[in-house]
């Protein structure tokens, strides 16, 4: 796959009606889900783009760019509806081809302007009126029962907004788990927390049966950090190093993830040289390119999406970096690394 063009589309996105999108809600993504050369990709649908969808290619013009891309159609589990009447696409939500997403806890102690992550839009969906603030272990696990069978689920991704609790909210993580491995044995599960204080929550989220783990730094610059994330800023980078660690010795090499996100400003030479400190202690970096999705304060203030040629760059010398220690994020077991979607990082070979 020419890995320029995928760049170019993960950052101009394409012209192209999608069924499948998630047009608000936790972290840096706000997509439609295809399918290019059969990988999963989460694109802006930007009715702007240069990019085009004819006859299941991508032509930039008159020019094939030799992509194939199918849209992902809307899952059959979308129409059920909870014992307790709440619509399944309320509780949980198709990612990519195959992999079910929810977020918990849809409201975030960090959401007051000072503090809340600039990219971010986690109660935009909830007052939207497209979700829960909060799903119960129950609700979880119907619809993940229901999305197994129906409509051939793979993995699920697990995320929360950050509760007042000193474990951030990853305890309530431990329930919900449990819960969907009772009502669909094995599934393959990733959580994403913040260091939750009490680093023994991981190892309780290992025995509940989670297959891998995200804890979500997006910079390693603690001055990009504090401008970005406030609040989240203010977590000390040696309590992500201790839990990254602990997650590491728990879950495995290469089944502990965090995000870094490209275009926040951030000197890609540092940002690349993070990532080959993380790929050392066996968390797998996955860079993706921040996009200035509508309804966060970074959109509101004009920040536009970085280059292109950047995202390529990163992409390209941290996929090297991954291939040359044996990490792939084919290699996860579950999770955002696992479906690759959101970033170009597979498509770079990494
Ligand atoms: S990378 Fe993560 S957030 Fe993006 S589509 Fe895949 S599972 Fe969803």
């Not at 997509?31 to 009715?47: F, K, S, T």
């Not at 709440?86 to 959401?111: M, N, S």
């Not at 090297?320 to 044996?326: D, F, T, V």
Request: one cysteine or more; aromatic letters at 4%; proline letters at 7%.
């Amino acid at each position: 796959m020419s890995i320029d063009v995928r760049s170019d589309l993960a950052v101009r996105g394409v012209r192209v009606p999608t069924p499948v999108r998630r047009p608000a809600g936790a972290g840096p993504s706000d997509d439609g889900h295809v399918l290019i050369d059969g990988q999963n990709a989460a694109l802006p649908i930007n009715p702007l783009s240069p990019y085009e969808v004819r006859d299941d290619k991508v032509w930039l013009g008159d020019a094939d760019t030799g992509l194939s891309l199918q849209v992902v159609r809307r899952p059959r589990f979308y129409d059920g509806e909870t014992a307790d009447g709440v619509p399944y696409e309320k509780i949980a939500r198709l990612h990519g081809r195959d992999i079910l997403a929810t977020t918990v806890v849809q409201t975030c102690i960090r959401y007051a302007e000072d503090q809340r992550c600039r990219f971010c839009t986690i109660e935009e969906s909830l007052t939207a009126g497209a979700t829960v603030a909060a799903k119960t272990p129950a609700q979880l696990a119907e619809v993940a029962e229901a999305a197994v069978r129906l409509d051939g689920i793979t993995q699920m991704v697990m995320t929360t907004g950050t509760t007042t609790g000193p474990d951030r909210g990853a305890r309530n993580l431990v329930r919900c788990v449990s819960a969907v491995l009772a009502a669909v044995p094995g599934l393959p599960i990733q959580v994403q927390i913040e260091p939750p204080g009490d680093l023994r929550v991981i190892d309780d989220l290992r025995a509940a049966g989670t297959a891998s783990i995200g804890i979500h730094v997006e910079s390693l610059d603690d001055e990009v950090r504090r401008r970005w994330m406030p609040g989240k800023g203010a977590v000390p980078m040696a309590e992500y190093e201790a839990a990254w660690d602990r997650a590491v010795a728990v879950f495995g090499r290469n089944q502990v993830s965090t995000y870094l996100l490209i275009g926040l400003g951030e000197d890609p030479d540092d940002l690349v040289a993070g990532a080959a400190r993380l790929i050392d202690r066996g968390v797998y970096p996955f860079v993706v390119p921040f996009r200035p999705m509508p309804g966060t304060l970074a959109r509101r203030d004009g920040v536009t999406a970085p280059a292109p040629s950047l995202v390529r760059d990163v992409s390209e010398r941290v996929a090297r970096l991954l291939r040359e220690a044996g990490m792939l994020g084919a290699d996860q077991k579950a999770g955002c690394a696992a479906c690759g979607a959101c970033g170009v990082l597979q498509a770079a070979g990494g």
